[in-house]
Nanobody
Framework: QVQVVESGGGLVQPGGSLRLSCAAS????????MGWYRQAPGKQRELVAT????????NYANSVKDRFTISRDNAKNTVYLQMNSLKPEDTAVYFC?????????WGQGTQVTVSS
């Protein structure tokens, strides 16, 4: 079993920045990758970015490339999502995920609102 807890959401103006954090606990050694997904009202959950536990290989949605950066601190079992140049269309609930074998563990989500 793996547990993940997100933090760091909030309200930010267009063009601003936020950093989300995701702390993992439990069977840490079983996690192959962690990621961030988001879900806007009335829309399906979509991939934002992922990072592998071995090698730190990253993957981004086209809509966030060059604006968002996913990173990890293995000593703290924490993954971060640095979000820069935020746009109103980035408004969503952001979910952290931990991928372990056939299982995906989700956090409760954190709201990010980009508005003036």
């Amino acid at each position: 079993q793996v547990q993940v807890v997100e933090s760091g959401g909030g309200l930010v103006q267009p063009g601003g920045s936020l950093r989300l954090s995701c702390a993992a606990s439990g069977s840490i050694s079983s996690i192959a990758a962690m990621g961030w997904y988001r879900q806007a009202p009335g829309k399906q959950r979509e991939l934002v970015a992922t990072i592998t536990s071995t090698g730190g290989i990253t993957n981004y949605a086209n809509s966030v490339k060059d604006r968002f950066t996913i990173s990890r601190d293995n000593a703290k079992n924490t993954v971060y999502l640095q979000m820069n140049s935020l746009k109103p269309e980035d408004t969503a609930v952001y979910f952290c995920s931990a991928h372990s074998g056939a299982f995906v563990y989700w956090g409760q989500g954190t709201q990010v609102t980009v508005s003036s």
